[in-house]
């Protein structure tokens, strides 16, 4: 069973079509019973960081999803938030990940929204015929990179597209809207 995490982000139904067009029907919950369960979990995420870490308090699952053993992905805001702290709104993450998130400086269009490629990938959701691939974006905060970057973007400067720890693995671009690309990354993620 495939569990995507429910706490009012905004691009649960993008995933679970990604997900479908996979042949898999994914289970949206906020049950940490279930969650626990799960083969796989997704954490996915649109939205502003703080009062998102507060609905995952509020439902306990900000001591929960850190404490999964099975195959953890988080997209976007999920990234974001399995980090250690994000500038915005000073937010306190889940700290999976012992990363600081920052804005872009605006020295170009912010937010970095659209196709961009990735490169230096590595690790088990990426294969080398992936290396300057293209996937799709939409973000104002980024993680520096750090020795647990899987890939790489350039947009203003070089930040992690994906990172992975242990069974944590996440990225900042969305597989669900990133094309055949993407869908060959949701691939493999389901494949661990």
């Known amino acids: 069973m495939i569990a995507i995490v429910d706490y009012n982000a905004g691009n649960t139904q ?7 067009r996979l042949g898999v029907e994914p289970v949206l919950t906020r049950d940490p019973e279930v969650l626990r369960k799960a083969d796989k979990v997704i954490f996915p995420g649109v939205g502003e960081a703080s009062s998102t870490m507060g609905f995952l308090r509020e439902l306990g699952l900000d001591t929960l999803i850190p404490s999964l053993t099975q195959p953890v992905l988080g997209v976007c805001l999920g990234m974001q938030l399995m980090c250690e702290y994000s500038d915005e709104g000073e937010t306190h993450g889940l700290g999976i990940f012992p990363h600081r998130v920052v804005k872009f400086e605006p020295i170009m ?5 659209g196709w961009n490629n990735i490169t230096r990938v590595k690790g088990p959701l990426f294969t080398t015929d992936m290396e300057g691939g293209h996937v799709y974006f ?3 905060y980024y993680v520096p990179l750090g020795s647990d970057t899987t890939a790489v973007c350039d947009y203003i400067m070089p930040f992690s597209a994906a990172i992975q720890k242990d069974n944590f693995y996440a990225m900042q671009f969305h597989p669900e809207k990133s094309g055949l690309l993407g869908e060959q990354i949701l ?3 389901l494949e661990l």
Do not use: G
Not at 109 to 113: E, F, G, N, Q, R
């Open 14 to 20: 993008s995933v679970i079509f990604a997900l479908q």
């Open 109 to 113: 269009k912010v937010p970095h929204m």
């Open 138 to 140: 939409v973000h104002s």
């Open 187 to 189: 691939k493999k993620f």
